[in-house]
């Protein structure tokens, strides 16, 4: 703040024409009154000193006028870089009087400098190409004005016009919850499922998208969030663990999900909704895996004994139809088929038993040929004389 003090000071003086303190003094002072003889100084040819030094004139501001007398130089020679002699020069090419170059005609370069400038930026700012895949609006001051297909585009350059271009094709996933995070709906039984789920989505209206919501995204996140809590309502604990179940819900969620989108006018279309997941809560995780082991080992033993069921009734029926084709047969000849019948029936009975029947003339009724047979296969032990030593004395 001093230095600017002292400078407004020094220029306050060198407008009224009072003593410059960056000149030498003209009492002679400590100097010894050296600018009598420094002309180039700015003492005049008189030796004289009575104007002030200004440092803003070239050659210290020391100059006679017609009168004799050294004239200050103004504010406004100050500041259009001129002394009192007229317009100062300078050696530098960045100083006041700095000129372009002429053309070769004696015209001048800016016009053309000017429309070089106006057209890189409109070829920066003002041409735009849209992929296949996507759409782009335009925005005239701030405010929509159309849409624009794939393509080349020109347009005002900013910050006249400006240009969106967005991807209207390309599906887009969101995931709920975002992270590891646990995400628990209450079913319509009364029970909490953490659940988490993918929707699908992408752009159908462009327009209704940019300039109808305020944040599209977060909006489609708490459209699904609501329509999956609603959907979850309606089923039961079993329900979402369920194949079935689960596509019930993600059909229904997706359902209201464009419900109300439609209705915001959000133009967004629902490709589709997964659910990734659907456990219970972590609390009472590891009771709901045993009561799901259990369910597993009863489903087992069901699945066992309608097997074991299906199994007898298909031998019932096939006995039962073995029996009609020998009762068709016993119409047709009753006495033979009776007599084969009772042949077979003893056959099976008198196979396993010990006893063999003959009913022949001059045979005994009754032989024990099977106590015989096995009499037979068994050997007959021998039995060897171990020779008497001879009785002594003989």
Do not use: C
């Amino acid at each position: 703040m001093r230095i600017l003090d002292g400078f407004k000071q020094s220029l306050v003086l060198a407008m009224a024409g009072k003593k410059n303190p960056w000149g030498k003094p003209s009492n002679g002072g400590a100097d010894g009154g050296g600018s009598s003889s420094d002309s180039g100084s700015g003492g005049d040819s008189s030796g004289n000193d009575d104007g002030p030094r200004n440092p803003w004139v070239p050659g210290g501001g020391g100059s006679s006028g017609d009168d004799g007398k050294r004239r200050s130089a103004s504010i406004e020679d100050i500041f259009k870089g001129r002394g009192p002699e007229g317009p100062r020069r300078s050696g530098g090419g960045g100083g006041p009087n700095f000129r372009m170059p002429e053309r070769p005609g004696g015209g001048s370069w800016a016009p053309i400098l000017v429309v070089l400038a106006i057209f890189l930026w409109w070829l920066a700012t003002g041409l735009h190409l849209v992929e296949a895949r996507e759409n782009a609006v335009v925005k005239t001051l701030g405010n929509y004005t159309r849409t624009l297909e794939p393509g080349l585009h020109p347009t005002l350059p900013y910050p006249f016009e400006s240009v969106d271009i967005e991807d209207v094709e390309g599906v887009r996933a969101v995931n709920i919850p975002d992270g590891s995070g646990e995400k628990l709906i209450l079913t319509g039984d009364q029970n909490l499922v953490d659940l988490s789920y993918i929707v699908r989505w992408r752009i159908n209206n462009l327009e209704d998208f940019k300039f109808q919501l305020a944040e599209p995204e977060e909006t489609v996140n708490e459209v699904a969030e609501a329509a999956m809590r609603a959907s979850v309502a309606e089923k039961t604990l079993d329900d979402t663990f369920s194949g079935q179940g689960r596509a019930e819900i993600q059909q229904s969620v997706r359902e209201r999900m464009q419900e109300t989108l439609d209705r915001y006018r959000a133009g967004i279309q629902v490709v589709g909704v997964e659910i990734a997941k659907a456990d219970p809560p972590s609390e009472v995780n590891e009771a709901f895996r045993d009561v799901s082991v259990a369910e597993q080992n009863a489903d087992r033993a069901r699945n066992q004994s309608r097997g074991y069921a299906q199994q007898t009734i298909a031998e019932a029926e096939g006995a039962a139809e073995a029996f009609t084709k020998v009762y068709e047969q016993y119409r047709l000849a009753p006495g033979v088929t009776r007599q084969r019948i009772y042949y077979e029936t003893m056959e099976a009975v008198l196979a396993t038993t010990d006893k063999t029947i003959v009913e022949a003339s001059g045979v005994t009724p009754y032989l024990p040929l099977p106590e015989l047979r096995r009499r037979a296969n068994v050997p007959t032990p021998q039995i060897t004389a171990e020779a008497q030593p001879a009785q002594q004395g003989q």
